[in-house]
């Protein structure tokens, strides 16, 4: 069975600076999606950024970018000049066609 | 395009009793899926419904099932509620079942037994 794995249960960081949240996964599989999503504080939770395994492009999305190390089955979220507004939980995840697994979150707090 | 709508928002029931949760995908998707999510265990994927048939199931008591709907709409059922279910249920739609495509999530059922 695949896992996801975020080690860091808090983080914080100052507004404007940078700030990389971890994540790890096992699966046996080559093919899969990997998903990093955000649920603000008493909103939904939204899609934040998608990697395709079979990419060896590391994703981008604006601020949001992806370190994929396939080998290392690890997967991790940098955020750029960081906004109040990017305050959150952040879950990590992993799909493929049977099966999507979270990770237990990282409480992002971005401070002023 | 409407998002995906969960009804009721807030429940509060006791235990023993029984609860139906509802959930109305985006127009056009036909995968839905439910997690619940708790402070302790985080999201965990309770099943996955398409064209009306349970392709996967998490590792849930079987007090817990869904079904879902010709137009797509699902359902979730709790009997003989417990403390432990106290939890948020998440019901998150795709177009097609999981990866790759992308889930868009309903802003939950917040459910407290008592």
């Known amino acids: 069975a695949q896992t996801v794995t975020q080690s860091q249960p808090e983080m914080s960081v100052q507004e404007a600076e940078t700030v990389t949240l971890s994540c790890t996964y096992d699966?046996?599989?080559?093919?899969?999606?990997l998903f990093w999503y955000k649920q603000p504080p008493s909103r939904q939770m939204i899609l934040v950024i998608r990697q395709e395994a079979y990419k060896q492009q590391n994703a981008t999305e604006n601020r949001f970018s992806v370190n994929f190390q396939k080998a290392a089955k690890s997967f991790s979220l940098k955020i750029s000049d960081s906004q109040l507004g990017d305050t959150a939980m952040y879950f990590c995840?992993?799909?493929?066609?049977?099966?999507?697994?979270f990770g237990a979150g990282t409480r992002l707090t971005v401070k002023p | 395009k409407a998002g995906v709508t969960q009804t009721p928002r807030y429940l509060i029931k006791t235990r023993g009793q029984q609860v139906t949760l509802s959930c109305s995908p985006i127009s056009g998707h036909r995968s839905v899926s439910w997690y619940q999510q708790t402070p302790g265990q985080g999201l965990q994927f309770l099943f996955e419904?398409?064209?009306?048939?349970?392709?996967n199931k998490g590792n849930f008591p079987g007090r817990f099932s869904g079904r879902q709907f010709s137009n797509s709409r699902s359902e979730m059922n709790v009997s003989t509620l417990e403390l432990g279910d106290s939890a948020l249920y998440l019901c998150a739609s795709s177009l097609v079942p999981t990866a790759p495509y992308e889930q868009y999530f309903g802003p939950g059922t917040r459910l407290t037994v008592t």
């Open positions: 995840a992993f799909g493929n066609n049977n099966d999507m697994r």
């Open positions: 419904y398409f064209s009306e048939t349970q392709r």
């Open positions: 699966t046996s599989e080559n093919n899969y999606y």
